[in-house]
């Protein structure tokens, strides 16, 4: 069972993010499950989403406190708290301009930095990074396939639709030729 936890701050669209994730997991025939957690319930403030996804019925119900991938809107919310809700191995992708040798103080996790920003600015989103770094998770998870969450993201974004396609895949490509490095 893969088991995401994505991190951000009201306002950034990580909710829109997970719920896009999860349909696009959905899309490809797995069993979905996605919860929502809010903090002040306002811009600013933390929220995370969290979704299961596998082959077979998932009968959880449970908050997720072991996650395979993590997705960070923003490296100022990345701390022992939030890794905390991931296995010790998890994979975790943080939207950051900053080198890896920046998060060295968490010791051995996998932590990758996308500069979503960048890549949103680049691709005319101004500061929206869903989709961008959607591209970046999808490539370094492995799953969905860029196709599917290219088609999901065309269903349901409300705005600059090739925008945000085209963030995705210069995501999705940056991201995948780090692993082709690593």
């Known amino acids: 069972m893969l088991e995401i936890v994505i991190l951000g701050r009201g306002g950034q669209g990580a909710q829109t993010a997970g719920n896009q994730l999860a349909k696009a997991l959905f899309a490809r ?24 996804a596998d082959k077979n019925p998932i009968r959880l119900r449970c908050d997720i406190t072991s ?3 993590m997705l960070c809107f923003d490296d100022s ?35 990758i930095p996308i500069d979503g920003r960048e890549i949103a600015r680049r691709n005319n989103m101004g500061k ?22 290219c088609a999901i ?13 085209a963030a995705c895949r210069e995501a999705y490509g940056l991201a995948a030729s780090q692993l082709e490095v690593s």
């Open 67 to 69: 996650a395979n991938a």
């Open 153 to 165: 993201i065309k269903d349901t974004a409300p705005a600059k639709v090739s925008e945000n396609i």
């Open 128 to 149: 929206v990074v869903n989709s961008a770094l959607l591209g970046a998770f999808v490539a370094l998870v492995g799953q969905p396939d860029i196709e599917t969450m």
């Open 29 to 52: 025939g797995q069993f979905v499950q996605t919860f929502s957690t809010y903090g002040g319930a306002r811009r600013g403030t933390p929220v995370t989403a969290s979704l299961r």
């Open 77 to 111: 919310l990345l701390n022992e708290g939030f890794l905390a809700t991931g296995a010790d191995d998890a994979l975790i992708v943080v939207n950051s301009a900053q080198p890896p040798d920046a998060f060295k103080a968490f010791g051995n996790r996998r932590i």
